[in-house]
């Protein structure tokens, strides 16, 4: 018996990732992004590409519904197949709870 090869999307890379820093004056594109990777992977990323200091606890913020994401959140959670790009900005924890 031969195997086939099964694809699982939710491990595929997804589209492009644009990351804004809080003033919305840099951003990056985080490409080869899988759709396993939790915001807390993709805000490290994030962090190095945009010099962010790495003193200051950081959350990503979704553009489109303007909600934070969960540390754990998976790429594939809030990325949908009509809009397969997401684009996040880093905003500044305000430890409000």
């Not at 804004?20 to 962090?47: F, Q």
Request: aromatic content about 2%; glycine content about 6%; proline content about 7%.
């Amino acid at each position: 018996m031969i195997a086939t090869p099964v694809r699982e999307t939710q491990s595929d890379p997804m589209g492009p990732v644009t990351v804004r820093d809080p003033n919305g004056h840099r951003s990056v594109v985080l490409e080869g992004l899988r759709g396993s990777a939790t915001a807390a992977e993709i805000r490290a990323r994030a962090i190095a590409a945009l010099h962010l200091p790495s003193d200051v606890d950081w959350n990503l913020r979704q553009d489109r519904t303007g909600r934070l994401l969960r540390e754990e959140q998976r790429l594939h959670e809030f990325v949908d197949e009509d809009e397969p790009q997401a684009e996040l900005t880093m905003q500044p924890d305000a430890s409000l709870g």
